[in-house]
Each structure stands twice: as C-alpha cells, then as structure tokens.
C-alpha cells in the first residue's frame, strides 16, 4: 500500500517536472536562437516556474515524508534520494531569498536580451574605420587568422567594447547573486553555486585551483618568454597571440576542414567509436546570423529517463554552433563544437535512470561531469591518429604529416596559455563576488577583470573576461572551474584507455566503456567516485601536467606513428556511409529547416546541408 501511493507520488513529480523543464528549455532555445515569436517574458516567466517548482519546500517536505514510509523498493529509495538532494538545492524559504531569486530572473532576462541586440563589430581600419558587424566568434577568429595587425587590433577593441556595455546591469545582478546566496547561509554566490554543483565549498575548490596554478605558473612563464623570443615582443599584445600561436599554421590547415562536411565527419566519428543517441532528437543550428546568442551550447528539453514500467523517454537535444562558413578556420572550429556539443548530448541521452531529476544539467549535477564527456571528445580533433583518418579536403586527400607537424611545434610549447586562460574565469569570479558592495562599480569591475588576466594569463586577454558569456548567465556563472577539473579528468581518462586498449580513435570499446561507467549513473553518483570507478585510479593533474612538460620530439615522434597507422587504416566508417547513430537529425538555422534525417536518412541530411552551405555561403564568398 505504502509502496502503490509512493509510486504515484514519484509519478506525479517526474511528469511535473518534465512540463516545468520543457516550457522553459523551449523558450530558452528560442529567444538564444532570435526565433519568430520568441519572448524574453516568456523565458522570464517560464523559468520562474521551474525554478519555483525546484524551490517550492512543499517539494522537499513531501519528498522527506515518502521517504519515511515503510516497504519502499530499493529504486523508489534511490529516486526519492535525488529528488531530495535536487530540492534542496533551490529551497528558499525565505520570502526575501524568493523575490531576490525572481528579481535575478528579469534582471538576467533583460541583460541576455540587450546583449543580443547589442551592435558588436569594429572599426575597419582598411575601409577608413568603417564600423562593420561581427559576432564575438567572428572577431576571435579573426584575430586568429587575419594577416593584418590593425585589424586583429580592432577586433580586439571590438570585444573590449562587450565589457563597458554589459558592466552597469551586469553589477546590479552581482550584487543581487550575492544577497541571494548570503540570504541562504553561504559566503558568496560562488560559494553557493559550487557547493550546489559539487558538494564541496569554494575554499576546497581553490585548494585544487592553486595547486594547479601553482605547478603551472612557471610553465607559462617559459612558454611566454620562448614565444617573445622566437616571434618578438609584440606577439604577447593581446591582439597579436591567437595568431602568434595559430596564424601561421591555421590557414594551412583550414582546407583540410571543409565546413561543410563537417556534420558527417562527426557522425562517422562518434558512430566508429560505438556511442548511440537512444531514439533522440537533435536539432542543430550551425551558423552565426546576427542577433543569435554568441556561444555554442547544448540543452536538452526532454531529459532521457526511464520509466518504472520499463518504457524509455528518448532525449531531445537543441545544439547550436556560431560559424561562418566561408572564414578560414570556420570549418575546424566548427567541427571542435561538434564533437564538444555532441559530446553532452550524447552524454544526456544515454542516462538511463528512473526519473528525469538524474539527468537534468543543472545543480545537483556535477559541473566536471557534464564537461568532463564533451571535453573527452572534442580532444580527438587533436590526435594524428584521427586527423589522419578524418581531416581531409574537399578532393578527399588526407591532410599531410608536415602540416600536423608544424602545428604541433606551434602549439605544444604554448598548451599552457590554454590552461591559463581556463582558470582566469573562476578566479575573475571569485575576485568579483568577493568584492565589498560598496567596491561594485563599473570601474573597479573593468580593473579586476585587467587584473586576474595579467596576473593569471601574465598579460591581457584576447579573449577578455567581461566577453566569456558563461559570466553573465545564471545557469552558466560560476561554473568554469568544471572546464579545469573536467580537462583534468580527459587528461586521466585518455591515459587509462591508451594504457587498456592501446588506443580511443574508431575503437566502440571507449563508447561501451564510456556508455557504461561515465553516462548512465547520470548524477545518481559522485564525479571523483565515477572517474576511479572507470580508471581505477583516484583523479590527479599528474597526466595533464605530463603532457605540458612532454618534450616537444617524443611528442612528433608518438603523434608521426600514429598518424602513419591513421592514413594507412582509414576511417572505420568510411566519407558517403550513413553512419547510425540512433537519432532523428534535424539542421536548422533559425526558423529555416534545411534537412531531416527522418527524410532519406543522415547521410541525405548531411548531403542536402552541404548544398545549402555551399549555395547560401560559399558561393558569394567565391564570387
């Protein structure tokens, strides 16, 4: 009896909170993409109602009671318990706790909407400063690229320019973040957020965070002082060091990348490795327009669960990438958050657990989980063992060793100018909450944001602070410390599976493996337990701190063998397969469906996208 009414219960608060999460996700996707109809209001409201659902006590009650009741199964005990840690992640009992939480909604709702309609670009110096629109990614892809100094100096000014404009609004939300979480018994919002996300406190956290600045620091010293050396003191401007450190080898590569191809390559890559969607959904929206949010993301309306009577719940996935496709680099860049993207998707639909709470990505799930699996995958970009089979022209030539060898002798002595620029965000972050309210001010925000950079990064930014959009966002701020641990794990992770199986390119043992250990727990288990339970090791920076100092000709010398095995063997699934991935692929770009893989197949999908970006694209771009 007691058994039959706790079952109804569960019943009746998965289904709640399926409503609550897909309205929501369904306006989140639609005002991010600049949709017909959509409503920043609506996201407004419609978030105000999940998260009143997540923090209504009348929820946590009710939970804690079932959990009272005798004869319950094992799995209704371990459903309950998830319920109960997810709750109490967003109680507020507190009637201010509540209006500061609903007061935060609009405030984030009217940043998010001017952002968008902000007017970011620069100011041609060829065209006699003619101002000339670009999204942030086309201006960091420019500075990456473009053989003139002036104008990566203006693209950089132009992404200056992001900071003054969001500062005062963005301030008023800090202040309010703080008092929320103060409200609830937590030192400051970041402390708030990561003992929600991780189960341990800020302080832990950079307990971790120093000691990996702190064994790196000198890294990145050298490796500033090498590249000042080798390409002179004004490779460290700011506007001069993505091209420093790419421009010379990112055109060279760029042929070998063709955007268009980029949504085949992927799925030929995932399906060789054995991973499935499980009967999901996926929308993809690949290409930058204006007024479209200016950072790639991964959400998933409908969460896969399944349910008590064995019935499965097949994800929905919504994806978005910011390319153009006809700039040099668009294509790998593309095909990078293809497979970080497809990463998370393919993560979140395979979280086979009895409730929809195991498988939402907000708090109670760990940050360095969720990145964790994305971060894994878009490593294989890297690797010559993929490159060899995979990154090949337009003329289907794989892409030759010199050009892999160059790259690496480019950037292997500067890997740690990522690193750095990784954790400039959670100690900007930390910086900026634990400010005192009267210090909030426009200028000081704009200094603080100088400082961590130099004193992190060794000097400024080209990618600066105030731009990093995961900042402002509530379901994204104080979340980047989950990039460095979860880069800390792929670093572990790959170790162990080139130790067990001697290699990860189009081998379906690292997706079973990745299936079985990583994914279907969803957050039913802790990030630090489901690292050691697959590797059997606890997680360290041991590997990643490896692969900083490795010297730079072991390095050729492992990656020109590999490569050689790579271009020898071939792609597992070979370019014109249709690769299966058990999932209903659909391309977008805005309201605009340009192909559905429910029509004729993924591999007709990928086809008729490749004819829509070479006719709306490329051909003006030749013309």
Not at 293 to 320: E, L, M
Not at 474 to 483: I, K, L, N, T, V
């Amino acid at each position: 009896m007691a058994g039959t009414s706790v079952q109804s219960f569960i019943d009746q608060m998965n289904e709640t909170y399926e409503k609550v999460h897909v309205a929501y996700e369904n306006n989140f996707w639609s005002t991010k993409m600049a949709l017909k109809g959509c409503s920043t209001e609506d996201l407004a409201r419609t978030k105000t109602e999940y998260e009143n659902f997540l923090g209504d006590p009348a929820n946590l009650k009710a939970v804690r009671e079932k959990l009272q009741e005798p004869g319950l199964s094992a799995e209704q005990v371990k459903v309950l318990r998830i319920m109960e840690r997810t709750f109490q992640c967003y109680i507020m009992e507190d009637g201010q706790a509540k209006e500061l939480k609903e007061r935060l909604n609009t405030l984030e709702a009217e940043l998010a909407a001017a952002r968008n309609e902000m007017a970011l670009g620069y100011k041609d110096p060829k065209a006699g400063g003619e101002f000339k629109k670009a999204s942030s990614v086309q201006l960091a892809n420019t500075m990456r690229v473009n053989d003139d100094e002036a104008t990566r100096k203006a693209c950089y000014e132009g992404m200056r320019g992001i900071g003054p404009f969001v500062a005062e609004r963005f301030l008023e939300i800090v202040r309010c973040r703080n008092k929320l979480a103060r409200s609830l018994g937590y030192e400051d919002f970041y402390d708030y957020k990561v003992t929600a996300a991780e189960g341990f406190g800020k302080r832990r956290l950079f307990e971790i965070m120093d000691d990996l600045e702190a064994k790196t620091r000198p890294i990145m010293a050298a490796a500033r002082k090498a590249l000042a050396e080798d390409k002179g003191p004004a490779a460290l401007e700011p506007y001069n060091l993505s091209y420093a450190l790419a421009g010379d080898t990112e055109k060279a590569l760029d042929p070998y990348f063709p955007f268009e191809d980029a949504v085949d390559v992927w799925a030929r890559t995932f399906a060789a490795l054995g991973i499935k969607y499980n009967d999901a959904t996926m929308t993809l929206d690949l290409c930058d327009r204006e007024k479209k949010y200016s950072n790639g993301f991964c959400h998933w309306p409908q969460v896969a669960w399944r349910r008590f009577d064995g019935s499965w719940v097949p994800s929905r996935t919504n994806f978005t990438s910011l390319a153009t496709p006809s700039q040099v680099g668009s294509g790998r860049t593309a095909l990078v958050t293809l497979l970080h993207e497809g990463g998370h998707a393919a993560h979140f639909a395979n979280i086979d657990q009895h409730s929809p709470f195991f498988g939402q990505e907000r708090a109670p799930f760990s940050v360095a989980m969720a990145e964790n699996q994305s971060m894994f995958l878009d490593s294989l970009a890297h690797d010559a063992a993929w490159l060899g089979r995979y990154a090949r022209n337009r003329e289907g030539a794989a892409i030759p060793w010199h050009l892999i060898e160059a790259h690496n002798k480019a950037t292997h002595p500067y890997e740690v100018m990522a690193l750095r620029r990784m954790i400039a965000v959670p100690y900007f972050e930390k910086a900026l909450y634990e400010l005192p309210e009267e210090q909030l001010s426009v200028e000081r925000l704009l200094a603080l944001a100088d400082q961590i950079e130099v004193e992190v990064q060794g000097g400024l930014s080209p990618r600066p602070l105030l731009s990093v959009p995961h900042i402002l966002a509530d379901e994204a701020s104080c979340y980047y410390h989950g990039y460095v641990l979860a880069e800390m794990s792929v670093h572990h992770t790959r170790q162990h599976f080139l130790s067990q199986y001697g290699h990860i390119v189009d081998n379906p043992r690292v997706g079973a493996d990745l299936t079985e250990s990583y994914w279907r727990p969803g957050n039913s288990e802790m990030f630090l337990d489901v690292v050691e339970k697959l590797t059997g090791k606890p997680l360290s920076a041991d590997a990643w701190v490896s692969k900083l100092k490795q010297p730079l000709d072991q390095l050729l010398e492992e990656e020109h063998k590999a490569y050689q095995e790579a271009v020898a063997k071939g792609p597992a699934i070979p370019p014109g397969s249709s690769p299966d991935l058990g999932m209903r692929v659909i391309l977008a770009h805005g309201d605009e469906v340009i192909s559905d893989s429910a029509e004729g197949g993924l591999s007709s999908a990928c086809h008729k996208f490749k004819d829509w970006v070479a006719k709306t694209f490329l051909a003006s771009a030749s013309a």
